[in-house]
């Protein structure tokens, strides 16, 4: 700065002393109220001390209620006239009306302080010629006012107190030097983002560990989702939008895979409605990189996304109190056919939450709520410090799962529990089942067990091992399911067969079992384009016990009195009904329909046999009734977790190091710079 | 705590306050009974703020952000409502309406109510914006500061760290502003960002120190009590603690000094 | 009794009802555990959850006043020349067509919105990145400082550098101890602020029950 007299330099160095309110504004033209008497003060600690003020700090110091900001502005004044007329205006703040009015079009000369200035006010000329005769000092005190109130008037451009630095108009910002420093800083961070893309060579930092610790959150996450059967069902909550999908997406993604490789069942829910569609976009691309593998999701048999919840908080309460409800309905308005009392049906609740606010939002409003099931927490790196506070303010919130290294080390959990693909280890082999069910003897587990490892037609492998899992639904005790320890290394071991739940439902119901000649027999084929309920009983009261689409057919047991529905066998003891008009009738013999059942279970959707039971105990709360069977043979679900590419998961770790590096870096060097010059203006305001 | 013992403590607290208020406004209204607010410094600026955006005819933006009734932080929304509400009161007497920004639909209509009752020159039903989720909004607020040209932007609401893309955008048009969040991620880039900054409670101190009403300043004055309390509870109980760390600090030794302590701080206070 | 006083009436039962019904319904422990007291219990927690769902519902419906209120403005602005608000409406437009068109399609979603806002994110990044480097530039004083430290040690205490391990003790004892204090003491400011207004709301004297 130049040694002349400069306006802003001048008003600058009035404001950074500690007086008392500044009076802005047409304030300066009314008169100063009376002074109160002062009383006396204590010697300020602040002073003797030399300690710089602390503007972001809430001052200690008291004022009069009729001091500073309470006194009536100027605009309150003019305002309580109500309607203030033009003509009462003098010339000076007419002439700046219109100019303001007509302010549509930015000058050319607007990037320069104070740039309309001249045109109202007359500026004295002499404070144009630099060491001249005449100095700032002789401006006079009433003009030091006027130059202060055009300040406050022309706004914008300089007025802003206390910043330091000259504050440019709109116009001029994109090319000053000012946005220097930020596209310099810009491209620098975006440099070390995007180098370990293009070479490994500038691969930063080591990778996060393959394993969580033992007594880690993490760890404690992991075992729980992985000790899911296919009986259970886990809530998930998107609680994420497309901001946050970057970091949140593979988390999720990892969670959906872990559960459905389980065979357990996902309900989704959200109050976020763009979260319901990430959701269906996830399960969209799980679904194209597992089609290779014949396996395919299928909303309403393997995940059902439930009707999205509005009000926020209140959305996340009603869910929590009303979860029946909730659960009866789907995102597309179709009813699920779920039925559940409470939350306590869910073997777990997993949430990935974009901010520790939702995380909030769910320890305050279901935590409280839940009796035996744990909610899991999954994070961005950003919410986790708050989210960790959360998180152990409550015991029913099991852990923290935060961001793109835990989800890394999720991945390689995953990786080495489910082993090589499925197309390298061949079918699961028969003799390991007894291992995986609980120590009860029953007629039909034998049955399973002595079913030869080898040799044996399909059809009747899916039977048999349909008919082990109905039976041990039906008839295991309250015996826990034993833990299941999936061998890390590449062996033919099935370590995926889904155990039993220890939350069987108590009695089975009676079934009516087919009694149709071995030779010829009626079949029934959907033809519907939709997907078509099989109920419980011949009404459409009746629960729904699957889903089946076109192409799918079953063997006919019966028909009602009016031939309106039809009785069809299901799987090996197990029956439904469903409406006549969906389907179409036709005769065929039993090899047949058994070879075409058989490469039928081939195709995903065919594969798993959702099983409902009807059963509740009239007092208290109900037991779950909603079961799902596996009866999956050819396919693998452990090729839900196999089939997930990783090849941009290292580079993007890096690159998240580097960028990290790069911004501590830059925020450091930034500071000292800022310092440096706040210093230097500091000095230099003393100094005037 | 069992659940029962908590309801009952959260009753007696809720009717604690009730009956607070009622005292603080009835010592506000005696003539001389109105005490001294605390300084802050964001709120000083707002005068000047609004003095310049009547000269200048370029309005305020008021940003609420995600802050919404109907859900836990509909006291949080109401007293910024209040705020916005004492703040266009005093730019009434300008020309142009200010700007009040939402992220949440069902704070339109308070909103447009708040302009309706403070502004009094037609309808403010096009000056309340809203534009959905969180960083949309602030990314679309950030670029229509450019067009709409603010004197300045007074953020108080639910903001997460979206909030950096507005002050950034205010920051880089010269635009003053003032932010305060009911969210501890949006605080904190408040706290980086913004020209001047609230903190935590003095988002709902904010009204009663911008305007002349009596119930703002009794608020205030309701909410310093139980802060002091807190205080004073949390500092007897570290004292009781270190108590039984150290042999020769007793209880009723510490319990001395806290006495001592109350009572330095209130002649402290009065002298003030 | 003005119009001003009937919302305040209106106000104040419906707070008060929902407010006793949250505190007391629900808890039959609360009326001494006895045979009546479940289902008193069970009666005093029916209007605030009755309540509450009305406004569940009604929440729902404010995302109709929101289009309403975004066309009317935008409308309003492209009336008076100004082109972005002509390209949102004309995007409003399409969007509304697309879906219409082919339902259940969500490919815009995946193909516009997620690119897009990722991209803000990202934005965002350098904006935190520019704002934090000129925190001094705003607070040159001891605290900007304290801020500015605590944010880089914690940022490099969270990089898997080996060199920087010693760095991941201290931002492990700052988030646990200072920065989880601070947070709870700014939650506990806003938590007593949200009491007390709460409190005003529910007495009918908020303004905006007042007309």
Redesign the interface.
Known sequence: MSEEFNWLDYVEQEESAPAP??R????RFLPRLPRLPR????PNARRLLR????????????????A???Q?????L??AQ?E?PLDALDDR?LQ??ER??A?SQPDADEGQPLYDVDDVLMTPVLLQKPGGVISAGALSKAQEQQVELLR??????T???G???R????GG?LFSLGAL??LL??SV?LLAVSLPFVSSDYA?????PSQFPVDAEGAAVYSLLDNLTATDTVLLAFEY??????ELDPLAELVLRHIVARGAVPLIVSSNP?AV??A??IIRAINRSVAAGGLRLQHGIDYFILRYL??????I??LS?NFADVARVSA?GALTGLAFDSLDDMAAIALIAE???DLR?WA?QVVPELENTRLLAFTG???A??A??YADSRDEILGLVAGY?DAFTYAEMLQTDFGAPLAQTGLPTQPEQPELEPASSNAARDRAADQPADGQAQAERAEATVGALIASLQLSSTAPSPTVTPSPTVTPAPTLTPRPTSTAPPTATELPTATATPETILIVEVTSPEQVRIRRGPTRADDILRLARAGDSFEVLGANADGSWYNIALAPGLAGWIAEFLVEERTSTRAAFEAGQASASARPPAERVVLRSVFRFSLGKTTPRYYQVNSLTTGDLRDYVLLRDRTQEIPRLEAM?LG??A??L???????F??L???RR?RREGRA | MDETTLQVYSVLFVMATVVLVYTARFFQKRPGGRRAQRRLDGLERIAGWTTQSIESNRPLHLAIGGSAIGADKTPAALAEAELFHQIIKRADAGDIAPILSTSTPVMIPLGQGTLRRAWHKGDGASRVIWYPQNLSYASAIAASMAGDKPAAHIMAGGFGVELALMLDGADRQGQPSLAVSDRLDGQAVAYALADHVLIGEELFVASGAVSEEGSGHSDAAVLDVWRGLIILGATLLLLLEFSKQLPLLTWQLAAAGAAVLIVLGAVMYRRR | MGRAGISAFVAFAVGLTTLLSLLLGDNPALFGGGPGSEELARRLALPGDVLLRLVVIVLALSIVIGITNLLYVHVGRVARGKLYSAVLLASFAFTIYWYVSRRGDSSLLEAVQVPIESTLASLLFFSLIYGGARVMRRRADIWGLLFVAVVIVVLLGSLPLAELAPLKAWSDWLMAVPVSAGARALLLGIALGTVVAGVRALLGQDRSYRG
Do not use: C, Y
């Open positions: 309110a500044r802005s504004g047409l304030r009383l006396p003060r204590l300690l710089p003020r602390f503007p972001g700090l809430p001052s200690l110091r008291r004022r009069r209620v009729d500073a900001p309470g009536p502005s100027a605009a309150d003019l305002g109500d203030r703040l700046l009306r303001s009015a302010d406050n008037i022309v706004g914008g451009a007025q802003e107190e910043q330091g630095g504050r440019l108009m709109p910002a420093p930020r800083l810009a961070v930063e930092g080591d990778l996060p939008g497309p901001t946050a999908a970057g763009i569609a990430r269906q976009n509005p009000g926020g908080s209140l959305g309460r009603e109190e597309k901010s520790a606010e939002n305050e790196m950003a919410a410090p708050l960790q506070v290294r190091t990290s590096l911004a501590a830059a925020i450091a060097l930034g500071n000292i800022s310092a010059s706040a210093l500091r």
